[in-house]
T-cell receptor, first 116, second 117 residues
Framework: AQTVTQSQPEMSVQEAETVTLSCTYD???????LFWYKQPPSRQMILVIR??????QNATENRFSVNFQKAAKSFSLKISDSQLGDTAMYFC?????????????FGQGTRLTINP | KAGVTQTPRYLIKTRGQQVTLSCSPI?????VSWYQQTPGQGLQFLFE???????NKGNFPGRFSGRQFSNSRSEMNVSTLELGDSALYLC????????????????FGPGTRLTVL
């Protein structure tokens, strides 16, 4: 079974600062996907960024980028130039890359607060 | 393109009752997954449907069931409600079907907040 661990329950930074959220996972699979979702106070789960494990290049989406270390089973999210709207719970998630394997395994989340 | 919609958004029931939640996926998406979110257990996978068939099931009792219709809309049902069933129930849809590609990326609806009294 796969497990996902987010070791930082809460983080707080000032607007415009850069912040990095940590995520580690445990799996015996060699092919999989990793995701970061954010859940603002509205509770709507929003996809932030995704990474295919077989790709060595780290994914980036505007101010969001990941540091994917496959051997270390680490998948951290970096938010640059943080904005007040980035305040949310952030969840790291794992999905096996296999037909019909539509199951996301989530970490416990990191509550990120961006202060003005 | 419209996102995933869930109805109702809020629901209050009493112990022993049953409840049905509905999810309409993004147009063209054929896979619908359900998750339960609670403060204590976090986000847990309930089940996933594709082409009206349950493909995956999480570790939940038989009181939790679901189905999918030919238009890919899905419903989940919880019978004999318990206090511990109070949670946010999230539905997610994806294109699905093709083996293991980023087409499997799941997009979530706003959730249904269920309170059991």
């Amino acid at each position: 079974a796969q497990t996902v661990t987010q070791s930082q329950p809460e983080m707080s930074v000032q607007e415009a600062e850069t912040v990095t959220l940590s995520c580690t996972y445990d799996t015996s699979e060699s092919n999989y996907y990793l995701f970061w979702y954010k859940q603002p106070p509205s509770r709507q789960m929003i996809l932030v960024i995704r990474q295919e494990a077989y790709k060595q290049q780290n994914a980036t989406e505007n101010r969001f980028s990941v540091n994917f270390q496959k051997a270390a089973k680490s998948f951290s999210l970096k938010i640059s130039d943080s904005q007040l709207g980035d305040t949310a719970m952030y969840f790291c998630a794992f999905m096996k890359r296999a037909q019909g394997a539509q199951k996301l395994v989530f970490g416990q989340g990191t509550r990120l607060t961006i202060n003005p | 393109k419209a996102g995933v919609t869930q109805t109702p958004r809020y629901l209050i029931k009493t112990r022993g009752q049953q409840v049905t939640l509905s999810c309409s996926p993004i147009s063209g998406h054929r896979s619908v997954s359900w998750y339960q979110q609670t403060p204590g257990q976090g986000l847990q996978f309930l089940f996933e449907y594709f082409s009206e068939t349950q493909r995956n099931k999480g570790n939940f009792p038989g009181r939790f069931s679901g189905r999918q219709f030919s238009n890919s809309r899905s419903e989940m049902n919880v019978s004999t409600l318990e206090l511990g069933d109070s949670a946010l129930y999230l539905c997610a849809s994806s294109l699905g079907g093709r083996a293991g590609t980023l087409l499997d990326t799941q997009y979530f609806g706003p959730g249904t907040r269920l309170t059991v009294l």
